[in-house]
């Protein structure tokens, strides 16, 4: 798999001469090379930006980013309402006032 940057202007984000890119190679999977983490995205930025600081400085640069794991990151130990635990007693749901569920009776 790839991930790279590429402007109208210069073409995929590299130094002039070419010898610097910002472009990762690797290899998905859980038995390969595990997947491209948050952390591995951050990491590519910090080192395009490097690029574009050291050889494009005069210039304005715009990262526009499509990747569907980046989209619901959350700071470690958040809480997340899809891990929470569904509270089976029935009990905690019995009908109220028109017949609408009240929870905690």
């Known amino acids: 798999m790839v991930s790279d940057f590429i402007s109208a202007d210069y073409g995929w984000l590299c130094s002039p001469d070419g010898k610097e890119s910002a472009r990762v190679l690797f290899r998905p999977g859980a038995n390969r090379e595990g997947y491209f983490t948050n952390e591995d995205v951050l990491r590519q930025v910090d080192h395009a930006m490097d690029i574009l600081q050291k050889y494009y400085p005069n210039d304005n640069h715009v990262f526009i980013f499509d990747n569907a794991t980046i989209h619901t990151k959350r700071p470690p130990g ?16 019995e009908a109220g006032e028109g017949g609408k569920l009240a929870c905690g009776s």
């Open 78 to 93: 958040s809480l997340r309402s899809t891990h929470a635990k569904e509270d089976a007693d029935a009990k905690s749901q």
